[in-house]
């Protein structure tokens, strides 16, 4: 894939209709989506379960695209190569769930997969300076780790921007993920991100049986985004 820093939205699959997890990829597919962005979470690294590769795996056909596989998980590595398996493009790990990320993020560079490293509200942005080199994209958390629907945690803004600076002009994407709506979107595009993940503002409580207009509402954040 040719590195970009056009704006990509990623629909977060966590506000889809779990028992239609194939027809809801294939709708936000259809209606815009750039990426597909799936939470994995274990109710111990973060207080919500989601799902596993399995479900991973049984989701990868339904997307044509771009699978961007969020482990919210402790311990990482040995679950790994699982998900790379599943068919995930890109595989990020959280900074905080062990005390290796420098490994792990190896063990998912070692899989072939793009690496993503994802950091908390709380955690300070020079931790990422020797991960730099490790990493296809940094992930910056806006909200708690855990639940769609959350406030945007605004001070999150300037690590946003001093990430941006350390950067450069290295091929490295800012993700964004928690609270991005059409009104958040343009802050963190400004402060330097180009992928903005967004679960609540894209699903909106539709579902397949009460299809919500997710295309006018991805166009909207990218509106916003862009404008
Ligand atoms: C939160 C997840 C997010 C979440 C975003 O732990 O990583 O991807 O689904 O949801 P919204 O857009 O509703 O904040
Ligand atoms: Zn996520």
Redesign the pocket.
């Known amino acids: 894939m040719t590195f970009s820093r056009q704006i990509k939205i990623a629909p977060?699959i966590?506000?889809a209709d779990f028992a239609n997890f194939g027809a809801e990829c294939r709708a936000i597919e259809d209606q815009g989506a750039d990426w597909v962005?799936v939470?994995v979470m274990d109710g111990h690294f973060?207080p919500n379960i989601t799902f596993g590769p399995a479900t991973c795996a049984a989701i990868r056909p339904h997307i044509k695209g771009f699978m961007d596989v969020?482990l919210?998980i402790a311990p990482v590595d040995a679950y790994i190569e699982a998900f790379a398996e599943a068919g995930a493009d890109l595989i990020s790990a959280h900074l905080e769930a062990g005390p290796h990320i420098h490994r792990t993020l190896q063990a998912i560079r070692a899989t072939g997969k793009m690496a993503g490293l994802a950091i908390n509200p709380g955690t300070g942005i020079e931790a990422v300076v020797h991960l730099l080199d490790m990493v296809d994209m940094v992930c910056v958390m806006t909200?708690n780790?855990?639940?769609?629907?959350?406030k945007f945690i605004h001070s999150q803004i300037e690590k946003i921007r001093t990430l941006r600076k350390m950067i450069g002009d290295r091929p490295i994407h800012i993700e964004i993920?928690?609270?991005?709506t059409v009104e958040t979107a343009p802050l963190v595009v400004a402060a330097g991100a180009d992928v903005l993940?967004?679960?609540?503002?894209v699903f909106k409580g539709g579902s397949v049986g009460n299809p919500a207009p997710y295309g006018v509402n991805i166009a909207a954040i990218r509106a916003s985004a862009t404008a």
């Open positions: 977060s966590l506000a962005h939470d973060v969020h919210m909200v780790p855990g639940f769609g629907g959350q993920d928690g609270g991005v993940v967004a679960g609540s503002a």
